[in-house]
T-cell receptor, first 114, second 112 residues
Framework: DAGITQSPRHKVTETGTPVTLRCHQTENHRYMYWYRQDPGHGLRLIHYSYGVKDTDKGEVSDGYSVSRSKTEDFLLTLESATSSQTSVYFC?????????????FGPGTRLTVT | GEDVEQSLFLSVREGDSSVINCTYTDSSSTYLYWYKQEPGAGLQLLTYIFSNMDMKQDQRLTVLLNKKDKHLSLRIADTQTGDSAIYFCATLKGAGSYQLTFGKGTKLSVIP
């Protein structure tokens, strides 16, 4: 257990509503990531953060925004959820120097958009 | 083709060795990883290897890297029913990048 929690763990929402997923870490790690996992696609990076207020886009960032106001929290927001965003969302963290290349994953959030 | 490719399924008998294979396209990959995912859970980092190494052993796990052929394998010795899971291969690009590229995963089924 790498000290990562995600909330909520399950959510059902309607098309067009905003949704925010939270990732919280207790490791004081610098880097945080949001991935989505879909059948037939493996995991794909949505956004990542390399420090407070420092974020960048990943492979599938359209329709998502992120914010990081504290080291321990990384928020993923779907401004207007669509059915194509039904997925399992994973947060990951990695540290600095020798540990920068080890990414540890949270338990995931299953999001269903109806 | 896909950046990271794995076969989708593997079935082995308990006590045998399992070998899960992965091929990748990016020759600048610096680190290569194996993750394990059990049903309903997140991904667990099993092991990883730096690109200047050929082999890494960690208890029952052996990772082999053939950089020339861009081929990575994970051998699990004395496979147990608890090893049943999906195994993901992932690669990391060159220095300064922390973005992992994942394969679609290999589902390992262990027959008692």
């Amino acid at each position: 257990d790498a000290g990562i929690t995600q909330s909520p763990r399950h959510k059902v929402t309607e098309t067009g509503t905003p949704v925010t997923l939270r990732c919280h870490q207790t490791e004081n790690h610098r880097y945080m990531y949001w991935y989505r996992q879909d059948p037939g696609h493996g995991l794909r990076l949505i956004h990542y953060s390399y420090g407070v207020k420092d974020t960048d886009k990943g492979e599938v960032s359209d329709g998502y925004s992120v914010s990081r106001s504290k080291t321990e929290d990384f928020l993923l927001t779907l401004e207007s959820a669509t059915s194509s965003q039904t997925s399992v969302y994973f947060c990951a963290i990695s540290g600095t120097s020798a540990k920068a290349y080890e990414q540890y994953f949270g338990p995931g959030t299953r999001l269903t958009v109806t | 083709g896909e950046d990271v490719e794995q076969s989708l399924f593997l079935s082995v008998r308990e006590g045998d060795s399992s070998v899960i294979n992965c091929t990748y396209t990016d020759s600048s990959s610096t680190y290569l990883y194996w993750y394990k995912q059990e049903p309903g859970a997140g991904l667990q980092l099993l092991t990883y290897i730096f690109s200047n190494m050929d082999m890494k052993q960690d208890q029952r796990l052996t990772v082999l890297l053939n950089k020339k052929d861009k081929h990575l394998s994970l051998r699990i010795a004395d496979t147990q029913t608890g090893d049943s899971a999906i195994y993901f291969c992932a690669t990391l690009k060159g220095a300064g990048s922390y973005q992992l590229t994942f394969g679609k995963g290999t589902k390992l089924s262990v027959i008692p």
